[in-house]
């Protein structure tokens, strides 16, 4: 396994702990803001994107990062958007059954990438609003950013 100790449980309840009061367009920017510069301050090589309501709300390529990088979060995006739940999340229902993502759903891997790295934005009785993402670290290392960036913003609200 490549997602460390992770299991549906816990991020199914690290899911549910993120959902915010509001995510408006500026809230969306912010937490891009947010991110860069945590990356920044980090050194990290990664690309960012946020969106609302469908939109692109923010997108950073941080020095180092590599095109390639740009193609994972596409994938991780369609995960995202088509099941409202993280890309680790996805990942790990499936290694839990033995399987993996792809072979079980039937998607392409070219076009659906469930590795850590996705995670969809909820509001408190609204539901999903948009998305966060990140690519170029290790799987679950994008997972711990996103999350650490959203608890962030969530702290900040």
Known sequence: MTTGDYTSEALEAELAELELTSFSPAEAVALGLLATDRAINEQLAIIIEVHHLGRLAYRAALPGSIPDSDDWLVRKRRVVERYHRSTLA???KYEE?????NESTGLSELEYAAHGGGMPVFVAGVGVVGGFYASGL???DDHRFLVSC????????
């Open 90 to 92: 996805t990942k790990v």
């Open 97 to 101: 059954r033995g399987t993996t993502f």
């Open 138 to 140: 290790p799987e679950v």
């Open 150 to 157: 959203l608890r962030d913003l969530k702290s900040s609200m």
